[in-house]
T-cell receptor
Framework: ETGVTQSPTHLIKTRGQQVTLRCSSQ?????VSWYQQALGQGPQFIFQ???????GRGNFPPRFSGLQFPNYSSELNVNALELDDSALYLC????????????FGSGTRLTVV | GNSVTQMEGPVTLSEEAFLTINCTYT??????LFWYVQYPGEGLQLLLK?????DKGSNKGFEATYRKETTSFHLEKGSVQVSDSAVYFC?????????????FGKGTKLSVIP
């Protein structure tokens, strides 16, 4: 079975720009979540999608938005980038059953300069 | 709200030493509990899990027991190897249908020296 793949692996953007990060879920998974991991910290939940609808959101401003597609792949969009947005962004997929935990991708390292 | 507190690192051990990484949580009801491991430059890998009180999760020689009375989920391994060097994260997901949001601790960096 394929795992979770994310692209790109690294990205450098300028403050004020917009960025789109992509994620392909593990085969058979119908739920995708995005996390932000600042350097030296644990991941922070951004939002979750199930059947193409957002069904949970963490404490992130509206300039963080997402999409889930019929094939369960997903995008994370961030507008008006700020320096504090520099982090590792992790995508995680699962079946709709929390007991099995998530499968995480290797992440996209975003640097805002 | 939900929270996870891990012992602060870094932790440095000699090969074959005993490992304990403490984790306590705050949550209502009975959350599911997880340990994830992150190797340098990589994403998170699920190490083990427990979904109800007194469950013991185990994998690759690591184990952790869900203790409701002490709200703890401490990670242990009897004999660590150099290859266990990584950052370990304790996490919970709250009970209830549709509640899949993971809340993580800050992570504990483990270094094992030969």
């Amino acid at each position: 079975e394929t795992g979770v793949t994310q692209s790109p692996t690294h990205l450098i953007k300028t403050r004020g720009q917009q960025v789109t990060l992509r994620c392909s879920s593990q085969s058979g998974h119908n739920t995708v979540s995005w996390y932000q991991q600042a350097l030296g910290q644990g991941p922070q939940f951004i939002f979750q999608y199930y059947r193409e609808e957002e069904n949970g959101r963490g404490n992130f401003p509206p300039r963080f938005s997402g999409l889930q597609f019929p094939n369960y792949s997903s995008e994370l969009n961030v507008n008006a980038l700020e320096l504090d947005d520099s982090a590792l962004y992790l995508c995680a997929s699962s079946q709709q059953d929390r007991e099995y935990g998530y499968t995480f991708g290797s992440g996209t390292r975003l640097t805002v300069v | 709200g939900n929270s996870v507190t891990q012992m602060e690192g870094p932790v440095t051990l000699s090969e074959e030493a005993f490992l304990t990484i403490n984790c306590t949580y705050t949550a209502t009801g009975y959350p599911s509990l997880f340990w994830y491991v992150q190797y340098p430059g990589e994403g998170l890998q699920l190490l083990l899990k427990a979904t109800k009180a007194d469950d013991k999760g185990s994998n690759k020689g690591f184990e952790a027991t869900y203790r409701k009375e002490t709200t703890s989920f401490h990670l242990e391994k009897g004999s660590v190897q150099v290859s266990d060097s990584a950052v370990y994260f304790c996490a919970l997901s709250p009970p209830g249908a549709g509640s899949y949001q993971l809340t993580f601790g800050k992570g504990t960096k483990l270094s094992v020296i030969p």
